[in-house]
């Protein structure tokens, strides 16, 4: 029987009701990292630019396992709903926010439902355990990605040009249009039996308490609040020096819950599969955003990393190089957002590269491998092309980067999921996205570290050389990556004051794509050792064939007397 999870029809319902939130988070991504600086600066908070995006990367991807425990014990079609619920929500915050504490708490919100939109469409399309099927279905989903980055940009640019609460205020309208057309275009679809009963009950018709109780909230505190602390370690230490004791509290914090997180993971799946402790099965009861039985399959261990890898090189790639055009170079946000189209158009290179690929090829580690060794390359490319200011080359090194990521989006989620049994599509899928949003999340948290001390550091080496006027040398002793607040204070400042600080900027920003080269060598050799795929499709025609040949021979079994 077909799936009702293929053919043109489910693909184009699929396409109708997803274009619109597909479209509205890559918005999210390419205008708000142009705009960020910009954002900051009207609080008077640019120490804080990067916590704009980091916030929204780091709950869309701790939510991502979370909305795939939802999609499995309520169902799809809820999951999704609830996505677009709280996207409307945070971008209602960001939108009226009086504060930079209320946008970053409408961003954390808005991720929310970022990571549910990415989780559940995801999920949608790997119901069907077909590898064509598969392959065309994640080049339908980043053609879209890639018309939302390409077109982003162009209509974001000309909202922020006017206020960037548009960027925000545009998600309200559009997230309504896009609830009520996945109600009509796919709600008969995915309110289908696909979703899992809760631990301890029978089938779908079970109370809303046993259901709550299976999704793994506690986990959830525990990773977020411990990343959370981990982050602000982070932003804290160029500021207020690595030893003061917030930032050695912190750390130490971070580290504890993290590893408690884990701790609780694990004991969450040892109840799971020891269903006869039913003190255990009654108190462990959720379903682990973790579960470690998966990571027991090292090519499953393989893809994650190198997910976190390739997540980190795209949201680095984005956010900082928007720094370098903004701030370095000194552009506008619209200006700085149609450059980083480049970006999006490598992603679409790789894309377009990658999926001929695996079609052709049946095996998913091709372009991965090709992707990877692509991607530390590119990043020392692009810190040359910094430290010389040469924008051109910046420009076009943006394109080299984008294809590296590309190559690996797909074909990674595939390869991992086709190692993983069936019933753990959901589970995997969710993993794929929330390890490459971790790895994007930690890596602007570390490398805005990174920046500021190197910004730090160059303010005290051109203080010490006494090259500066007296006035100037004073002007410059009172700044540092914490106390410059706007974009409109560095315009302020003497042109040789803001001069070093631009260029401080641009000895920072070299020395975070520095910090990239050793992550990509690493994924570089370990992708190597990824092992060959089942090729489903073939199987099955193998089967079929099988089947063909050996019916007659049954037949004329049953005629004999």
Same mark, same amino acid.
């Given at each position: 029987?077909?799936?009702?999870?293929?053919?043109?029809?489910?693909?184009?319902?699929?396409?109708?009701?997803?274009?619109?939130?597909? /479209?509205?988070?890559?918005?999210?991504?390419?205008?708000?990292?142009?705009?960020?600086?910009?954002?900051?600066?009207?609080?008077?908070?640019?120490?804080?630019?990067?916590?704009?995006?980091?916030?929204?990367?780091?709950?869309?991807?701790?939510?991502?396992?979370?909305?795939?425990?939802?999609?499995?014990?309520?169902?799809?079609?809820?999951?999704?709903?609830?996505?677009?619920?709280?996207?409307?929500?945070?971008?209602?915050?960001?939108?009226?926010?009086?504060?930079?504490?209320?946008?970053?708490?409408?961003?954390?919100?808005?991720?929310?439902?970022?990571?549910?939109?990415?989780?559940?469409?995801?999920?949608?399309?790997?119901?069907?355990?077909?590898?064509?099927?598969?392959?065309?279905?994640?080049?339908?989903?980043?053609?879209?990605?890639?018309?939302?980055?390409? /077109?982003?940009?162009?209509?974001?640019?000309?909202?922020?040009?006017?206020?960037?609460?548009?960027?925000?205020?545009?998600?309200?309208?559009?997230?309504?249009?896009?609830?009520?057309?996945?109600?009509?275009?796919?709600?008969?679809?995915?309110?289908?039996?696909?979703?899992?009963?809760?631990?301890?009950?029978?089938?779908?018709?079970?109370?809303?308490?046993?259901?709550?109780?299976?999704?793994?909230?506690?986990?959830?505190?525990?990773?977020?609040?411990?990343?959370?602390?981990?982050?602000?370690?982070?932003?804290?230490?160029?500021?207020?020096?690595?030893?003061?004791?917030?930032?050695?509290?912190?750390?130490?914090?971070?580290?504890?819950?993290?590893?408690?997180?884990?701790?609780?993971?694990?004991?969450?799946?040892?109840?799971?599969?020891?269903?006869?402790?039913?003190?255990?099965?009654?108190?462990?009861?959720?379903?682990?955003?973790?579960?470690?039985?998966?990571?027991?399959?090292?090519?499953?261990?393989?893809?994650?990393?190198?997910?976190?890898?390739?997540?980190?090189?795209?949201?680095?790639?984005?956010?900082?190089?928007?720094?370098? /055009?903004?701030?370095?170079?000194?552009?506008?946000?619209?200006?700085?957002?149609?450059?980083?189209?480049?970006?999006?158009?490598?992603?679409?290179?790789?894309?377009?590269?990658?999926?001929?690929?695996?079609?052709?090829?049946?095996?998913?580690?091709?372009?991965?491998?090709?992707?990877?060794?692509?991607?530390?390359?590119?990043?020392?490319?692009?810190?040359?092309?910094?430290?010389?200011?040469?924008?051109?080359?910046?420009?076009?090194?943006?394109?080299?980067?984008?294809?590296?990521?590309?190559?690996?989006?797909?074909?990674?989620?595939?390869?991992?999921?086709?190692?993983?049994?069936?019933?753990?599509?959901?589970?995997?899928?969710?993993?794929?996205?929330?390890?490459?949003?971790?790895?994007?999340?930690?890596?602007?948290?570390?490398?805005?570290?990174?920046?500021?001390?190197?910004?730090?550091?160059?303010?005290?080496?051109?203080?010490?050389?006494?090259?500066?006027?007296?006035?100037?040398?004073?002007?410059?002793?009172?700044?540092?990556?914490?106390?410059?607040?706007?974009?409109?204070?560095?315009?302020?400042?003497?042109?040789?004051?803001?001069?070093?600080?631009?260029?401080?900027?641009?000895?920072?920003?070299?020395?975070?794509?520095?910090?990239?080269?050793?992550?990509?060598?690493?994924?570089?050799?370990?992708?190597?050792?990824?092992?060959?795929?089942?090729?489903?499709?073939?199987?099955?025609?193998?089967?079929?064939?099988?089947?063909?040949?050996?019916?007659?021979?049954?037949?004329?079994?049953?005629?004999?007397?």
């Amino acid at each position: 029987m077909a799936s009702p999870y293929s053919g043109w029809p489910f693909r184009f319902r699929l396409m109708g009701s997803l274009a619109l939130p597909i /479209f509205l988070e890559t918005l999210d991504y390419t205008v708000v990292a142009t705009a960020q600086a910009k954002i900051a600066s009207s609080f008077n908070r640019l120490d804080l630019q990067s916590w704009i995006g980091t916030a929204y990367l780091l709950t869309a991807t701790v939510f991502l396992p979370l909305f795939a425990s939802v999609a499995d014990i309520f169902g799809r079609h809820a999951a999704i709903q609830l996505s677009l619920l709280c996207f409307i929500l945070g971008s209602a915050l960001s939108t009226g926010a009086i504060s930079m504490t209320m946008m970053l708490l409408g961003r954390g919100i808005a991720g929310v439902g970022a990571g549910g939109i990415l989780a559940v469409a995801r999920i949608i399309m790997a119901d069907v355990r077909s590898l064509s099927e598969n392959n065309f279905q994640s080049g339908m989903l980043v053609t879209m990605y890639i018309m939302g980055y390409c /077109f982003g940009p162009v209509i974001g640019g000309a909202l922020v040009a006017v206020s960037y609460r548009w960027v925000f205020a545009l998600n309200l309208p559009c997230s309504v249009i896009s609830m009520v057309a996945v109600y009509f275009l796919l709600g008969d679809r995915l309110n289908g039996p696909q979703s899992r009963s809760a631990p301890g009950s029978q089938g779908r018709d079970v109370d809303l308490r046993p259901r709550l109780l299976a999704i793994d909230f506690f986990g959830a505190f525990l990773f977020v609040s411990g990343i959370i602390l981990f982050m602000l370690a982070l932003t804290w230490g160029p500021t207020f020096a690595w030893g003061a004791p917030r930032v050695i509290i912190c750390f130490v914090l971070g580290i504890l819950l993290v590893i408690s997180c884990l701790i609780w993971e694990w004991r969450l799946g040892h109840s799971s599969a020891n269903q006869a402790d039913a003190f255990a099965s009654n108190i462990f009861c959720a379903t682990p955003i973790l579960p470690f039985s998966v990571f027991k399959n090292m090519d499953v261990v393989i893809c994650q990393y190198v997910a976190f890898v390739s997540g980190m090189a795209m949201f680095v790639n984005f956010y900082f190089v928007a720094l370098f /055009f903004t701030i370095v170079s000194n552009l506008s946000a619209t200006k700085a957002a149609l450059r980083l189209m480049l970006f999006s158009t490598g992603i679409a290179t790789g894309n377009f590269i990658g999926i001929p690929l695996v079609k052709t090829l049946r095996q998913p580690k091709i372009p991965v491998v090709i992707g990877c060794f692509a991607l530390p390359v590119a990043a020392g490319l692009m810190s040359k092309a910094i430290n010389s200011d040469e924008q051109k080359e910046v420009m076009g090194f943006l394109v080299l980067s984008g294809a590296s990521v590309g190559l690996t989006f797909l074909p990674l989620s595939i390869h991992a999921r086709f190692k993983q049994p069936e019933d753990r599509v959901a589970t995997v899928e969710a993993l794929n996205f929330f390890f490459r949003g971790l790895g994007g999340a930690i890596g602007l948290a570390y490398c805005a570290a990174l920046m500021n001390s190197r910004v730090n550091r160059y303010i005290a080496d051109i203080l010490a050389s006494q090259t500066l006027s007296a006035a100037d040398a004073l002007s410059l002793s009172t700044l540092s990556s914490g106390s410059i607040t706007s974009l409109q204070f560095v315009d302020q400042l003497s042109p040789e004051v803001a001069r070093h600080v631009r260029i401080a900027f641009q000895v920072g920003l070299r020395w975070v794509f520095i910090s990239l080269i050793p992550w990509g060598v690493a994924a570089a050799i370990v992708v190597i050792f990824l092992s060959r795929i089942e090729d489903s499709d073939k199987v099955a025609r193998s089967g079929t064939l099988e089947s063909a040949s050996i019916a007659p021979h049954t037949e004329k079994i049953h005629d004999l007397p």
